[in-house]
């Protein structure tokens, strides 16, 4: 897997979020807040659906599924929202323990489930807001329960690679996890309510396979502008990584 850039979007209006989705030529991933879109209707989906064909990228769903199995099995393919319809990823903590993997995977792997091979799951490891509990032992499980659902989970939203991550469970030769690492910006360090940002170039050194950028570039005078500078930024830092492992 290579370092592409991803956006995510929390305006409140399925116009605010189709027309940041046509930023598509420039990103791999649209990374959604699904839940807080005043006027989502079907609509949403479908013109969602329709740019992530048209550009090919992926749409992944912010969710953090947080609850017992049954439950998140119905968040995730019921209710109004519909969420494996659509959402090719989407993630979860395993505060509730490895249920949820187990949950959301069994949806999946149904044999009615018209998209099997087109959903995957990432696992919450870290998080990039301040005093976040999200450490020590509750990453290790993290990781561990990753290692034991590798036909759906495929990697982590994390701050850094978690090769050093000590786990009871070996690592294999077909492991090929994935680093997703949120609050990326290039003119900011944070914000009021704990937010802490690190660039484009900062979370590649740091093992990102994906950045995700929101605010910086959405909030931006020209976001066209914004999103190719983070790209161009984070390629370059991946480059670098690359030759530096030759």
Do not use: C
């Not at 605010?16 to 079907?42: C, M, N, Q």
């Not at 989906?45 to 740019?51: D, E, I, N, T």
Request: glycine fraction near 8%; charged fraction near 25%; avoid cysteine.
């Amino acid at each position: 897997w290579v370092h592409l850039i991803g956006l995510e979007i929390y305006k409140y209006f399925k116009s605010h979020i189709l027309t940041r989705a046509e930023l598509g030529p420039y990103i791999a991933v649209f990374k959604t807040h699904i839940d807080i879109v005043s006027d989502f209707d079907e609509t949403t989906v479908a013109g969602l659906k329709s740019l992530a064909s048209k550009h090919n990228f992926l749409l992944f769903e912010d969710r953090k599924f947080v609850d017992i199995g049954n439950t998140v099995q119905q968040q995730y393919h019921g209710g109004a929202l519909r969420i494996s319809d659509w959402a090719h990823i989407v993630n979860a903590s395993i505060l509730a323990g490895e249920g949820i993997v187990e949950a959301m995977a069994q949806t999946v792997q149904s044999k009615n489930f018209p998209h099997t091979d087109e959903r995957a799951l990432l696992i919450l490891t870290e998080m990039t807001s301040k005093g976040s509990l999200a450490t020590g032992s509750y990453t290790k499980s993290s990781v561990e329960i990753a290692k034991k659902n590798k036909g759906f989970v495929i990697g982590f939203v994390a701050t850094r690679a978690l090769a050093s991550v000590e786990t009871d469970i070996p690592a294999t030769d077909d492991e090929d996890f994935v680093i997703f690492t949120t609050g990326v910006n290039i003119s900011s360090k944070g914000d009021k309510l704990g937010q802490q940002y690190q660039t484009p170039k900062s979370a590649i050194e740091r093992g990102a396979d994906f950045v995700i950028a929101g605010r910086g570039i959405y909030a931006a005078e020209d976001p066209e502008r914004s999103v190719k500078k983070y790209r161009d930024e984070g390629w370059q830092a991946y480059l670098n990584r690359v030759k530096g492992h030759e």
